[in-house]
């Protein structure tokens, strides 16, 4: 059974950082892509960042670009999000996700929701002004 577990949310003044973690377990994931997503309050989930397990080509939403990355540590399974100069703006729910890794030619699916089918239970981003 899949198993996606966030760490690492807490609150956090602006211009701060913090590192999430999804430890994944389960299954190996080298055929997959991994994505993170964020949810604000009364706002839609959306995408934030995704790294495909194999090779570890990456993906940003343009609000994050430059200032988080996405990272992946095959031995220990999980997933990292740093994230750098963070804002108001960035406070959210933070959810880590698995998906098929289907290659390049559908690299625009892999910043869709419906593209995922296993998610973790989310972790909080308090950022303070």
């Known amino acids: 059974q899949v198993q996606l577990a966030e760490s690492g949310g807490g609150l956090v003044q602006a211009g701060g950082s913090l590192r999430l973690a999804c430890a994944a377990s389960?299954?190996?994931?080298?055929?997959?892509?991994m994505g993170w997503f964020r949810q604000a309050p009364g706002k839609e989930r959306e995408f934030v960042a995704a790294?495909?397990?194999?090779?570890?080509?990456?993906y940003y939403a343009n609000s994050v670009k430059g200032r988080f990355t996405i990272s992946r540590d095959n031995a220990k399974n999980t997933v990292y999000l740093q994230m750098n100069s963070l804002n108001s703006e960035d406070t959210a729910v933070y959810y880590c996700?698995?998906?098929?890794?289907?290659?390049?030619?559908?690299?625009?699916?892999?910043?869709?929701?419906?593209?995922?089918?296993?998610w973790g239970r989310g972790t909080q981003v308090t950022v303070s002004s």
């Open positions: 790294i495909r397990w194999s090779g570890g080509v990456t």
């Open positions: 389960g299954r190996t994931f080298s055929g997959s892509v």
């Open positions: 996700a698995a998906g098929a890794d289907k290659g390049p030619d559908n690299t625009g699916s892999y910043y869709t929701i419906r593209w995922y089918n296993y």
